[in-house]
């Protein structure tokens, strides 16, 4: 209990420094915001305003401060170009990524684990250099290439899927399904060539200590030592690969949610890096930090329930 | 069996890192899906995201394709270009030509009920007057707005000004219902815009989709066309491709490079025309070496625009010579593209004085057609002995620079006016705010002042000619070429009509 309070209370400078290099970084960037918002056609005066609105004409560090103090009272300002509230434009999109980073994920670790296992467990045979190619494959092939191949064939040529959009899993459940499988496959499959080759060698690992083969000889079926000696052992590193990809997933679909046209995460932090809309930037940035944070505690207390040696 | 113990492991980890997380920061409103292209659905694709669906504060030509599907305007174009009464019904001008008094067609009404009469469109007006308006340099000749009936006013303006009307047919003469803008405040307006179009705003999810429906008690008759409207944000053309052929998009706005794939394909009617925007190069006449009049004409000599145009942007462009594209005023001979004469070039550059001319371009970064645009110009200057060198520049810095004048030619078009002087005025008198180069006579200052006071046609015309003959004796910008419009649709749909300034009027359009 101690390590978690301990461990929550190291995620507050850790989130300091993101919202100071968050903030630095986008004032680094040359060219004036005004003019980028505002555009060719705006009077001196309606820039001048604009800067004064957004405090763009104090120091830098008490805009800072201000936006912090903000922050810390919950508001993450108003987005420059259309006004709304940035925690409304997130709290929209969280969960359409969730779902899709969710899936994604599913995806992975479904085809991850069990070929990581065979390979593993028929190591040298065909069947792992299958599994091997397959996992080189999947890391070499850029994921919008895939995902363009897959929208070709399954929504152009067979009509089976959509080939973008999204739909609310509240708002029709077959829809919202049909429209992530593509999605979820394109990213999963590709993200589950580094989890299929982290289990494969884990496992091996494991498989080599003295305590496997002492279950073995004492005359236990293969399928009983791996699954049940084996496994659990193994998975400790990829719980952690797991847990950096979902992590990843979270802010890095951007891709994914552009050639699909799905409302996401990551996309409203692109369209508004291209805007130069650095009150939703630093707002998103700070979230999917935040994110990243929680997903690693998250992975921690795992190792203890897989593993009761790990205490926390 | 063990393998459920495994299960029992692994799930709580898929359920806790995928679902709690998300849901706990954000549970609220999930976005609803668009509505599909189905007959009563016209799913059209805009390449990027509108940044403001609000004419006042409007900067993108995104923002136009929606907004002329949700507002009327004083006037409109025809597809020839032509001026023509939208809500205005018929318009005097006085003999100064400083006055318009304007006839409103009557009975209009907002989507919100209330009466888009005189008053209405005073408050526009004076709202698109105020300087925080991006219209506000559009409109600033407007002295006052008399109402001097329900549906009659007077605009009296400081000064003749050609360009006027011109002008009310775009973001400043669409009128706004008052009342929204009063509810919802100068900034919520945009996120929920009411006007008297042809199609009402629904809803939007930033960066992914604007629904429209139709506005049932449009004054114009059967229109519009198709019951829904959505406009789908896809930024990446191979994807908005693949979605026109699955029908999930019903019209799409290609890149031109789109073009070779596109065509032949018996689904799609593809549009390929000269548009009114132009491109070049802006040659800053204050720093050497480009304030050398002999080398910036030997620049000019030297680009090879014919070849621009086939080569690297496949016939989607037209080599030019002008600001004025196809329709505008000034256009014909004036745009006329010269050959490509290295000889002359190199007799320019010896007798500039300067050896091995050097100097660099600044394009705009993360395009790559406007660095094979560059790198081709790059390869006609060297046969001239000229060297260029290219360091590309995120856009918002390019715009700042050209603001301080701080570069020496920079790679930077126009979307193109239909009226001569908003894409000529602004880019060459002295101090004006577009005027990058930094160019400075007074004898085109003088002619081009009197061009937007003059308002028969010929006259007008004569005094761009004499302009043109100017500019291309000082080049202070080099004239390469005019941007096609190009659109792709599925056959299904009828009744599309191309305007030159490339607006989709999507209430024109029909699904079978």
């Known amino acids: 209990m101690t390590f978690l309070i301990r461990r929550i209370i190291l995620t507050i400078p850790i989130l300091l420094l993101v919202t100071i290099m968050v903030f630095s970084l986008i004032h680094l960037i040359p060219g004036d915001v005004a003019t980028v918002v505002l555009g060719q056609e705006a009077t001196p005066q309606a820039k001048i305003a604009m800067r004064h609105r957004l405090g763009l004409d104090q120091s830098l560090p008490v805009q800072y401060a201000n936006w912090l103090g903000n922050v810390l009272h919950g508001n993450l300002g108003r987005s420059l170009t259309d006004e709304t509230p940035v925690s409304a434009e997130i709290q929209q999109r969280l969960p359409v990524t969730g779902e899709l980073a969710l899936a994604s994920f599913i995806v992975a670790i479904l085809i991850a684990i069990p070929t990581g296992i065979i390979s593993a467990v028929y190591r040298g045979r065909a069947v792992d250099y299958l599994a091997t190619l397959f996992a080189f494959l999947g890391m070499s092939v850029p994921g919008f290439w895939l995902a363009m191949l897959m929208i070709i064939l399954f929504a152009l040529k067979l009509g089976w899927l959509p080939s973008s959009g999204y739909v609310a899993f509240t708002h029709d459940p077959g829809a919202n399904l049909r429209a992530m499988v593509l999605p979820a496959v394109a990213t999963g499959v590709r993200e589950s060539a580094v989890l299929m080759r982290m289990m494969r060698s884990s496992l091996l690992e494991v498989l080599g200590q003295d305590y496997i083969r002492t279950a073995r000889g004492k005359g236990l079926a293969l399928r009983t030592v791996v699954f049940a000696h084996g496994l659990r052992n193994a998975l400790v590193p990829v719980i952690t690969q797991s847990g950096l990809l979902i992590a990843g997933l979270l802010g890095g679909l951007v891709i994914t949610e552009t050639l699909f046209s799905i409302p996401g995460f990551g996309r409203l932090i692109v369209t508004a890096i291209f805007e130069r809309d650095f009150i939703t930037v630093q707002g998103a940035v700070l979230v999917s930090a935040l994110l990243v944070v929680l997903v690693n505690l998250l992975v921690d207390i795992l190792y203890g329930v897989l593993d009761p040696r790990i205490r926390i | ?512």
């Open chain 2, 1 to 512: 069996m063990r393998i459920s113990r495994l299960v029992g492991r692994v799930l709580p980890l898929l359920v806790i890192a995928g679902i709690a997380l998300p849901a706990s920061l954000g549970h609220a409103a999930s976005p609803r899906g668009p509505a599909k292209a189905s007959n009563g659905t016209l799913v059209i694709q805009l390449n990027a995201d509108p940044p403001s669906l609000d004419p006042s504060y409007s900067t993108a030509l995104v923002d136009r394709q929606v907004l002329n599907n949700l507002c009327d305007k004083l006037f409109d174009l025809n597809a020839r270009g032509k001026i023509v009464g939208d809500l205005v019904q018929k318009v005097t001008t006085s003999k100064n030509g400083k006055t318009y008094t304007l006839t409103l067609h009557k009975g209009i009404k907002f989507t919100d009920g209330t009466p888009l009469d005189a008053n209405a469109v005073k408050f526009n007006l004076d709202r698109y007057r105020q300087p925080a308006s991006l219209r506000a340099l559009e409109v600033q000749y407007i002295q006052n707005i008399t109402v001097t009936g329900k549906y009659t006013l007077k605009i009296a303006l400081t000064t003749p000004f050609a360009p006027f009307l011109s002008i009310l047919t775009d973001r400043s003469g669409m009128i706004v219902s008052p009342k929204a803008v009063q509810d919802e405040g100068e900034t919520g307006f945009r996120n929920n815009p009411v006007c008297s179009g042809p199609y009402k705003f629904v809803d939007r999810v930033k960066a992914d989709h604007i629904d429209l429906t139709a506005n049932t008690h449009y004054w114009k008759k059967g229109l519009p066309k198709t019951k829904n409207l959505v406009f789908k944000i896809f930024t990446d053309a191979n994807s908005a491709l693949v979605n026109l052929e699955s029908g999930e998009l019903d019209f799409i706005i290609p890149p031109p490079t789109a073009l070779a794939v596109l065509k032949g394909q018996k689904k799609f009617t593809v549009v390929n025309k000269s548009s009114i925007s132009y491109f070049g190069i802006y040659l800053n006449v204050t720093a050497a070496p480009l304030n050398n009049r002999d080398l910036r004409q030997a620049i000019d000599a030297a680009v090879n625009r014919k070849g621009l145009a086939r080569v690297v942007y496949q016939n989607t462009v037209r080599a030019a010579w002008s600001p004025f594209g196809a329709g505008v005023l000034g256009h014909d001979k004036n745009d006329i593209a010269p050959k490509p004469d290295v000889k002359k070039a190199k007799q320019l550059v010896a007798k500039s004085g300067i050896s091995n001319p050097t100097f660099t371009l600044k394009i705009a970064s993360g395009s790559t057609i406007a660095q094979q645009e560059a790198a081709f110009i790059q390869s006609n200057l060297k046969l001239a002995g000229i060297t260029m060198n290219i360091q590309p520049e995120d856009f918002g810095t390019l715009l700042s620079d050209g603001g301080k004048h701080n570069f020496q030619a920079m790679d930077l078009g126009w979307s193109g006016r239909p009226d001569p002087d908003q894409n000529i005025y602004d880019f060459f008198v002295t101090g004006s705010k577009n005027n990058y180069e930094a160019y400075s006579n007074a004898t085109v200052d003088s002619l081009l002042a009197k061009a937007r006071k003059t308002l028969k046609s010929s006259k007008r015309r004569a005094l761009y000619d004499q302009v043109m003959s100017i500019l291309h004796k000082d080049v202070p910008y080099v004239f390469t070429y005019h941007g096609n419009n190009v659109f792709a649709y599925s056959s299904k749909l009828t009744g599309f009509e191309y305007v030159p300034d490339g607006i989709i009027r999507a209430y024109r359009i029909s699904k079978k």
